[in-house]
Protein backbone atom coordinates (compact mmCIF):
# COMPACT_ATOMS: atom_id res chain seq x y z
CA UNK A 1 0.00 0.00 0.00
CA UNK A 2 1.46 3.36 -0.86
CA UNK A 3 1.91 5.67 1.67
CA UNK A 4 -0.76 8.42 0.52
CA UNK A 5 -3.28 6.11 0.28
CA UNK A 6 -2.41 4.93 4.14
CA UNK A 7 -2.78 8.12 4.78
CA UNK A 8 -6.20 8.54 3.23
CA UNK A 9 -7.53 5.53 4.53
CA UNK A 10 -5.16 5.35 8.35
CA UNK A 11 -8.86 4.12 10.32
CA UNK A 12 -9.24 0.85 7.39
CA UNK A 13 -5.35 0.11 7.90
CA UNK A 14 -5.83 0.17 11.27
CA UNK A 15 -8.94 -2.09 11.45
CA UNK A 16 -7.49 -4.47 9.35
CA UNK A 17 -4.32 -4.57 10.97
CA UNK A 18 -6.82 -5.37 14.20
CA UNK A 19 -8.24 -7.94 12.34
CA UNK A 20 -4.45 -9.70 12.09
CA UNK A 21 -3.53 -8.58 8.94
CA UNK A 22 -0.12 -7.54 8.63
CA UNK A 23 -0.06 -4.25 6.55
CA UNK A 24 3.65 -2.82 4.45
CA UNK A 25 3.05 0.78 3.63
CA UNK A 26 5.70 1.64 0.61
CA UNK A 27 6.97 5.33 -0.45
CA UNK A 28 8.43 5.23 -3.59
CA UNK A 29 7.64 1.52 -4.33
CA UNK A 30 10.20 0.48 -1.45
CA UNK A 31 8.75 -1.08 2.04
CA UNK A 32 9.62 1.72 4.70
CA UNK A 33 6.76 0.38 7.29
CA UNK A 34 5.13 -2.33 8.68
CA UNK A 35 1.50 -2.39 10.70
CA UNK A 36 0.76 -5.12 12.61
CA UNK A 37 -1.41 -5.85 15.78
CA UNK A 38 0.01 -5.78 18.89
CA UNK A 39 -0.78 -9.10 20.93
CA UNK A 40 -1.22 -8.98 24.30
CA UNK A 41 0.85 -11.13 26.62
CA UNK A 42 -0.21 -14.65 28.02
CA UNK A 43 -0.25 -14.29 31.63
CA UNK A 44 1.10 -17.85 32.75
CA UNK A 45 -0.35 -18.93 36.64
CA UNK A 46 2.22 -19.98 38.29
CA UNK A 47 5.03 -17.89 37.18
CA UNK A 48 4.86 -15.94 40.58
CA UNK A 49 5.96 -18.86 42.79
CA UNK A 50 8.49 -17.87 45.48
CA UNK A 51 7.62 -14.14 45.21
CA UNK A 52 6.58 -13.31 49.06
CA UNK A 53 5.70 -9.74 50.52
CA UNK A 54 7.24 -8.82 54.43
CA UNK A 55 4.57 -8.52 56.78
CA UNK A 56 4.85 -4.79 57.26
CA UNK A 57 5.17 -4.27 53.47
CA UNK A 58 2.43 -1.25 53.80
CA UNK A 59 3.60 -0.03 57.52
CA UNK A 60 4.47 3.99 57.47
CA UNK A 61 8.22 4.39 56.94
CA UNK A 62 10.19 5.75 59.43
CA UNK A 63 12.06 8.14 57.73
CA UNK A 64 8.62 9.54 56.58
CA UNK A 65 7.33 9.94 60.05
CA UNK A 66 7.66 13.78 60.10
CA UNK A 67 5.20 14.29 57.27
CA UNK A 68 2.36 11.78 58.44
Known sequence: MKLA???ARFSEVVQTAMLGETIIITKENRPVVRI???KPAQRVPG???GVWMAPD???PLA???DYV
Open 5 to 7: DAK
Open 36 to 38: TAI
Open 47 to 49: TGK
Open 57 to 59: FDA
Open 63 to 65: DFA
